[in-house]
């Protein structure tokens, strides 16, 4: 099959997964864009607490990933963790109106995080398990497309719901219920991992795991010298990226309403979503080291803006080029992944980079808290484009037409 055969020839699995992180993206985009802003303003906590708050968060997120990764592969089942995770989502949801302290807020946080990264690297284990090589950067990209567009619903309705409920937190929080359980029906009754009875490239695989025993540590080593690199190039990425909670922060910062700050989500994520697919489908054609150079420039050119910004419209400029950085990179990662690790090693692999990643996170996202705190929102970013720079130094030293680059 080739590369360019279109959207048509992504699998309906791949199409109902991303739906499914369309639906969970509107509910946690729509929190995601207030609780910053709620935490600040409606509970008094520091940059510092919620840059802590917001780097444990996604942190757990992406090194619980490494356990379900691994228990997917162990197992040789995919879709029962997915579903616990987004269930665990899904249920979360339902704390964050009732919470009465930052103490719940923050429970909540983490036990929706939990489900994230539960759910993580089985769902892409799975879409690589569904997706012939030749297009597996588009279906990552569609998947990612599918997911940002959520992104871009979930802060329209955190705007919407607080112009409807008169600027109340808890009434809009309620609004991410309903596509929350949403997205874990169409989950259960939309997605089913690819049967070796109907499925060559899935009889081909089971055949070939009942040769060998299930996973053990020891498989650790049978991670490519290729995979390794992409962890590498991913970690030092994610280090200059800290969360995105930063950018509601500044749009609130240069003096934007509370009603307001969530459009800098809507812009970043819509630049998310047009950018995704293409990207992907890019990466299939061998255009992997260029998106991740341009990737890198993208994000040195968003840190400069917002740091330098006076208005909300250069604000707006700055998350509409975060949100190319995400685009150009975030799906070919993915897809680099999926095809660098040995196929029952698929979960496991996208575990440990998310764990590798999730690490990075955490440090950035505290470190952004502690100079927003320390020195103010400007240096903040000035200090995000400073790292950024070095990672892409380091990216183009390794090679810019380098075959560890291309995801299939």
């Known amino acids: 099959m080739k590369a360019n055969s279109g959207l048509a020839a992504i699998p309906r699995g791949v199409w109902a ?16 864009a207030l609780l910053p802003l709620y935490m600040a303003v409606g509970l008094g906590a520091s940059t510092l607490t919620i840059g802590i708050i917001e780097g444990i968060a996604e942190a757990t997120a992406m090194m619980v990933k490494v356990f379900s990764g691994v228990l997917s592969d162990f197992f040789r089942r995919r879709k029962p963790l997915v579903v616990l995770g987004y269930g665990l989502a899904a249920i979360s949801k339902l704390v964050f109106p009732l919470a009465p302290t930052l103490g719940w807020i923050v429970t909540a946080r983490f036990a929706d995080r939990v489900g994230k990264g539960i759910r993580g690297a089985p769902r892409d284990a799975l879409i690589a398990d569904l997706t012939p090589p030749a297009i597996r950067g588009a279906s990552f990209g569609l998947r990612q497309a599918l997911d940002t567009v959520g992104g871009v619903g979930g802060p329209l309705l955190a705007i919407g719901a607080m112009a ?22 169409l989950l259960i009754f939309g ?16 055949a070939a795991r009942e040769k060998k025993p299930r996973l053990q540590w ?25 969360s995105e909670a930063f950018l509601v922060l500044r749009a609130q910062n240069v003096g934007l309403a509370i009603g307001e700050a969530p459009w800098v989500m809507v812009v970043m994520s819509l630049v998310y979503a047009a ?11 061998g255009y992997g ?50 095809a660098s690790a040995p196929a029952d090693m698929r979960g496991s692999a996208f575990g440990v980079f998310n764990l590798v990643c999730g690490v990075a996170l955490l440090m950035a996202s505290v470190l952004a808290g502690e100079l927003w ?3 103010g929102p400007a240096f903040t970013f000035y200090a995000g484009a400073g ?4 990672a892409w130094a380091a990216l183009l030293r390794h090679g810019g037409n380098a075959a560890e680059l291309r995801p299939t």
């Open 289 to 338: 080291p260029k998106l991740l150079s341009a990737g890198l420039v993208a994000l040195i050119a968003s840190d400069l803006v917002l740091a330098s910004a006076g208005s909300g419209t250069t604000v707006f400029v700055g998350g509409a080029l975060w949100g190319l950085h995400m685009g150009l990179t975030q799906g070919l990662l993915a897809a680099l992944v999926a």
């Open 275 to 285: 950018t995704s697919y293409p990207a992907g489908s890019a990466a299939d054609r």
């Open 373 to 375: 705190d320390a020195f």
């Open 218 to 242: 020891s498989d650790a080593k049978r991670l490519p010298r290729n995979y390794w690199i992409v962890v590498a190039i991913a970690a030092v990425l994610t280090l200059a990226r800290f």
């Open 17 to 32: 997964l991303g739906l499914v992180s369309l639906c969970m993206d509107l509910s946690s985009e729509l929190i995601h």
């Open 191 to 206: 997605v089913e991992e690819p049967d070796p009875k109907t499925d060559p490239r899935a009889a081909h695989a089971a």
């Open 164 to 185: 409807w409920f008169a600027g109340s937190f808890q009434a809009a929080f309620w609004v991410a219920v309903i596509p929350a359980f949403l997205a874990v029906a």
């Open 387 to 390: 790292i950024t720079a070095i």
